[in-house]
């Protein structure tokens, strides 16, 4: 049995492998498709491999159908070094991440990865590439002494984020991957000194609001129904609404309130002469328990 700063040396010496192993990820976009994109499926291949690379025997493929992108299927990983007890103790993982958004904001190009002081920069470098990254790597060390414990290592890596989603972390819950008594450590959080873990996160709530007028020139507002006014009297009125009905505090969550914001509002006329017909706009609800 090694001792634990043999362990972390091995990993030291892993550090150049890992730096190329995570440029290599943000290489592959891996872009879901409610966001344009067609999912997971070149990083997995790539991923499939790298844990292959990292000691791990026994790896099972879980392809979830999804019909919204090109090759039809959401892939999750799943890999065990068996234990001798039932018990799994689990790093779970997301591969995908969100669009890049306005490349002229980047610094540096999201899909060429590069390490500028020490810091590597590239479009889900952190969020989750370095945390999948370190727990393959902390697997290949602890499969490099030939280790093996009283409860089965096992990790997940999963299409989509890390709550919620029904290609990704349902649908490996629906096959059972996970059972009663597991111990499940998901690190998409963090703070630089490593000193607080997260345990509670929000329900999320996307919603689309689409209200609709009568459109009309601007100089005879009379003859029609401005559909922007409207819509955002109704805004106001809402978040008025939740903000005093869903007041409470809990301090486990970070802000400790619940968090009810409005995101995207489309153009629904090209100029600016004519009442708006239809207003559509969303909301990024973030919800307490209580
Ligand atoms: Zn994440």
Redesign the pocket.
Known sequence: MPSVDELLAVIDGYKDEMIEALKELIRIPAIGPENGGDGEFERARYLRELVEHCGFEEIELFDALDERVRLRLRPNIVARKRGTSDQTAWIVT?MDTVPPGDLDSWSYPPFSPRVVDGKLYGLGAE??GQALIASLFAAKAINSFGLSGEKTMGLALVAD??CGNEKGIKFLIREGVFRSGDLIYVP?YGVPDGSVIEVAEKSLLWLKITVEGIQAHASSPGKGINAMKVGSKFMTFLLDHLTEKYGKLNDLFIPPNSTFEPTKRLQTVGNINTIPAEDVFYFDFRVLPE
């Open positions: 997301h969020d989750n984020e890390e998409d």
